[in-house]
């Protein structure tokens, strides 16, 4: 972001500092820039970081599973998922993630969409076309039916002209596909190489 002084704008008694912008941050949250900075000790974890470890071992074994993390804000839940891939940083593993962010709490699969973007390696920068065109082609990649599964993973990734409007159903048989063709990624990327979401 630039500075670019200040503009006396109507209805404003004082003037007004304009700004602008240059390119997004790829610093999405303020522990990533800790991270950066440098972080203390990782001291009083060692037992959680311990249970995401033998859970890791467990899903190398063929036994996948989920485990959340809760704790209040501030109570070191990125600073423990840091230490966990560090942990583990030495494996054969593809990380995803997505996250929940206070100006996205009106977004509908946020985080899932953070996920399917990584996936299919959608930058900031794509517009609709080529989104559609490294979901096609991630979806042949990976053997997913392309028809069952393109339009929903278009609508949720917000591409004009999904081709959902086509298809007659109710909320809930959409909601149901969409949470379908998710599954049908996610297993196909799993097969391939062990995910951590």
């Not at 054969?92 to 009106?106: A, D, H, M, V």
């Not at 490294?134 to 081709?163: H, R």
Request: aromatic content about 6%; some cysteine.
């Amino acid at each position: 972001m630039r500075r670019w002084g200040e503009k006396k704008i109507k209805g404003k008694a004082e003037p007004v500092k304009i700004y602008q912008f240059i390119a997004p941050s790829t610093r999405r949250t303020r522990f990533d820039v800790s991270a950066e900075r440098g972080l203390t000790q990782f001291v009083g974890r060692e037992r959680d970081l311990d249970l995401l470890m033998n859970g890791f071992e467990r899903s190398k074994e063929g036994r996948g599973h989920a485990i959340s993390i809760v704790a209040e804000a501030g109570g070191g839940k990125s600073r423990l998922l840091y230490e966990f891939r560090k942990a583990v940083s030495n494996e054969n593993i593809t990380f995803l993630e997505g996250k929940c962010l206070s100006y996205s709490r009106g977004i509908a699969y946020h985080p899932i969409i953070d996920i399917l973007q990584s996936i299919v390696n959608i930058s900031e920068d794509d517009d609709d076309h080529e989104i559609k065109e490294k979901t096609s082609k991630a979806l042949q990649t990976l053997g997913v039916d392309e028809a069952s599964a393109l339009p929903y993973l278009l609508e949720i990734l917000s591409i004009k002209d999904s081709g959902l409007d086509t298809i007659p159903m109710s909320p809930e048989a959409k909601r149901d596909r969409t949470m379908d063709a998710l599954k049908q990624v996610v297993l196909k990327c799993a097969e391939i190489r062990p995910r951590l979401e």
